[in-house]
């Protein structure tokens, strides 16, 4: 074989050294992705029904924004970056940002109590029960069926396996089928949750959470053919919040949040709220929820990974 002339023994010793550079940090930054979670979330004031969005429930009063960014994952911090339309009259701050961990629904304002049994209310007992036919999981919603989109959201709503109650075709025929239940998606109207910190069960009914509450007969009567998705209450006030400072390079607001105490909070769904100064003109906003880089965090993400595998191969078979 013949040598290649010594200038050019240089030049490929050269580029053999900078291609295992390439594949080594290349190798890194694909494992970095795969073993800590990291998702951005994005919401346009200008196209607020732009498909493009993924921060949703958008909730505007007065000065203040709501938004829910939903997933899978637990996260360690969170990078809030905001776009004003007259940043050119900008302050030092905007206003501020604070973020709560929970389910959707559990942030609904609460409601009158119930104190009576199921029996005496107009509520459909069985709203918010859990039914499968093959392999398909369904929450029962007035004349409805809603099919769950997978094993992996089954989990994220806290539901439980033990919980589904099998119905034969006959059974599942007089409820029309409705829109698929996916990780974005508010449990419905019927769902029970359990507060484990103030031990109280609260129902899901037209937007509000109402608290159940009496005798062990009356709460008993809720729950019958269904049990509750836990929750905790504090969860909800005990938020993680920073100020919204102006970039020093880019012509935005951002701020950054430690939420790493949310890992013990049960949720799928994160509130991110923002408290602006008057006259603040909202161009768009987004999230960035990602973990830090401890072996903490990638021992948890290898374990999550490998449930996620036995949950989507083997359990459902």
């Not at 006030?237 to 950054?256: K, M, V």
Request: proline content about 3%; glycine content about 4%; aromatic content about 14%.
């Amino acid at each position: 074989m013949q040598k290649l002339p010594k200038n050019w023994q240089q030049a490929y010793q050269i580029s053999r050294i900078f291609l295992v550079i390439t594949f080594l940090f290349a190798g890194i930054y694909l494992s970095y992705k795969v073993l800590l979670s990291s998702q951005d979330f994005n919401f346009s004031f200008d196209n607020p029904e732009s498909n493009k969005n993924n921060l949703k429930n958008f909730q505007r009063s007065n000065d203040a924004i709501t938004l829910f960014a939903s997933s899978i994952n637990d996260f360690s911090e969170a990078k809030i970056f905001f776009e004003n339309k007259n940043f050119q009259e900008k302050n030092n701050e905007i206003g501020s940002a604070s973020i709560n961990k929970s389910y959707q629904a559990f942030f609904y304002p609460q409601g009158e109590d119930f104190t009576k049994e199921i029996s005496a209310s107009n509520l459909n007992p069985d709203n918010g029960r859990l039914v499968s036919s093959q392999e398909t999981v369904y929450i029962i919603h007035e004349n409805q069926k809603l099919p769950i989109d997978s094993p992996t959201t089954f989990e994220a709503f806290g539901y439980k396996w033990s919980d589904v109650v099998p119905f034969d075709e006959e059974s599942l025929s007089k409820y029309e089928k409705g829109s698929l239940i996916n990780i974005n998606d508010v449990h419905p109207d019927g769902t029970i949750f359990y507060t484990t910190d103030t031990n109280k069960y609260f129902y899901i009914s037209k937007g509000q959470k109402r608290e159940i509450k009496g005798s062990k007969e009356i709460i008993d009567s809720y729950l019958k053919n269904k049990s509750s998705v836990s929750v905790i209450e504090s969860a909800i006030t005990n938020g993680q919040s920073c100020s919204l400072s102006d970039d020093i390079i880019f012509e935005r607001y951002n701020c950054q949040i430690s939420i790493e105490d949310f890992v013990n909070y049960p949720g799928k769904d994160y509130r991110i709220y923002l408290d602006l100064e008057k006259q603040t003109q909202p161009e768009q906003v987004r999230i960035q929820l990602g973990e830090k880089i401890t072996w903490n965090n990638i021992r948890n993400s290898l374990s999550k990974i490998k449930n996620r595998i036995i949950l989507k191969y083997l359990t459902r078979r």
